[in-house]
């Protein structure tokens, strides 16, 4: 027989058989519990001007062969270049981070990714993922490394190329930034040599999804790199300037979400997310005059239709009835002072305290309105967070769904004082006017 269970049963109430269970519909959302000690210990008190991260969250699968840039053209959205070491040096564009996506045959994404051509780097350190012949490594979603190892496989057929997945310890992927700093471009930096015996080199890649975004950088040997700088990692270990600060990957995280970035499986859901809808599109993640790859049909028809009716935002959780973070500008029709996009520590520290942080799913709707979905969060870290929204219904004032707080004791005034207001990327006109031309 099937069961039904209440609409609004909470997560802890079912048991592992029922949420397993096809038959039963699991469509309701839920919010994960914050108890006190969780609430104010993992939200850092600032974002640092210039930092750097671990980004311990991904991981890296090695491509190597003659037929390395064919066998991607034909998988991914962006455009590969030939790169031969016995070619020219490759120019500055040819060297930068490439962004792009793996879709499935129904155009859904499966994977986001960084590209990096290797073939250009003689520095030892990169000799494991180098070869005479074509040279990658692409960056995914750490618990996603195994499923696109053995996706990629299946389409390998009599290319010649060797793939393998990348150890943490072997090469790491870390983010730096400067708000003050020029334009970017590759390059390769230089670690110094030091008493504690690392002397390796950090390939270093513009991260061109948002300007100002920073730089991606490749650490190889990062067993001996984290115990030799584990307790006292120096800027200059990483060959960076000396004001930049050691962050951690919540930091890099809340900076992402201040651009409106999507990353990873749990912003851009396996098999559920739309490519331009993700603003893939936007980050320069797809070439529109590529030739064929797999789910190209549904990118293209999206594109020349020039119908895109939701994109992912950048949003933030404001308390209504408390007047900080504001603007001078007011809402239509009334004296409350319009919410400004930053991060402020105390004031996520108070929407912590007051609901728990919504899991990816949840509805968000118009006040007042008649309760239809506006929006779906994505994800966020303290009161800063990506929801994917209708851009037709921008004005006015939103919450998270009262039904999805129900089930964490939450008295209902509460809950309804924590308002949600999204905001629109000034970035995003630059990027629109290069891919509109297409």
């Known amino acids: 027989m099937w069961r039904i269970l209440p609409q609004h049963t909470t997560l802890r109430s079912r048991c592992r058989a029922c949420q397993h269970f096809t038959g039963v519909n699991l469509t309701t959302t839920f919010v994960r519990r914050h108890f006190s000690s969780e609430v104010v210990n993992d939200l850092p008190a600032a974002i640092p001007p210039a930092g750097h991260a671990h980004l311990t969250n991904r991981a890296l699968i090695s491509l190597i062969g003659q037929d390395a840039s064919r066998f991607l053209q034909g998988l991914t959205t962006a455009n590969i270049p030939p790169t031969s070491v016995t070619a020219p040096s490759i120019a500055a564009e040819k060297s930068a981070a490439i962004y792009s996506a793996f879709l499935n045959a129904q155009g ?37 490394q195994d499923r696109l190892f053995r996706w990629l496989k299946r389409y390998r057929l009599r290319s010649k190329i060797s793939l393998r997945a990348v150890n943490p310890e ?3 992927v870390w983010s730096s930034w400067d708000n003050a700093e020029s334009p970017l ?22 991260d061109l999804r948002a300007p100002e975004l920073g730089y991606r950088l490749l650490v190889p040997q990062m067993h001996d790199f984290l115990s030799n700088h584990s ?26 979400y201040l651009y409106g970035i999507p990353e990873g499986q749990v912003e851009l ?5 739309l490519l331009q809808e993700s603003c893939v599109d936007y980050m320069g993640g797809v070439d529109f005059r590529k030739g064929c790859y797999v789910g190209q049909e549904l990118v293209i028809r999206t594109q020349h239709t ?21 603007t001078g500008e007011t809402w239509p029709g009334s004296e409350e002072a319009i919410p400004v996009l930053e991060y402020n520590a105390e004031e996520a520290r108070r929407i912590k305290q007051q609901i728990p942080e919504p ?14 979905r506006t929006a779906k969060w994505m994800g966020g870290v303290g009161n800063l967070g990506l929801a994917l929204w209708r851009l037709e219904n921008m004005e006015g004032e939103f919450a998270i769904k009262a039904g999805a707080l129900e089930s964490c004791n939450i008295p209902e005034a509460l809950a309804s004082n924590i308002h949600v207001k999204p905001f629109v990327p000034k970035w995003w006109n630059e990027r629109k006017r290069s891919t509109s031309g297409v």
């Open 269 to 273: 859901p396996r098999e559920t997310a």
């Open 306 to 326: 020039g119908v895109v009716r939701k994109r992912i935002l950048p949003v933030i959780l404001y308390d209504n009835t408390i007047v900080t973070n504001r």
């Open 185 to 206: 471009t590759a390059k390769t930096m230089d670690f110094p040599n030091n008493t504690n015996g690392y002397t390796g080199k950090a390939a270093v890649f513009p």
């Open 231 to 256: 307790k006292t990692l120096s800027t200059t270990a990483l060959g960076l300037d000396n004001h930049s600060e050691l962050s951690t990957l919540t930091q890099y995280t809340i900076r992402r």
């Open 108 to 144: 859904r994404l499966l994977h986001d990714v960084f590209i990096y051509p290797i073939t250009n780097m003689t520095q030892p350190e990169f000799s494991p993922f180098r070869s005479e012949d074509e040279s990658f490594l692409i960056e995914v979603d750490a618990t996603e």
């Open 359 to 372: 899991l990816a799913g949840a509805d968000i709707v118009k006040v007042d309105g008649k309760g239809r």
């Open 170 to 172: 072997e090469c790491g």
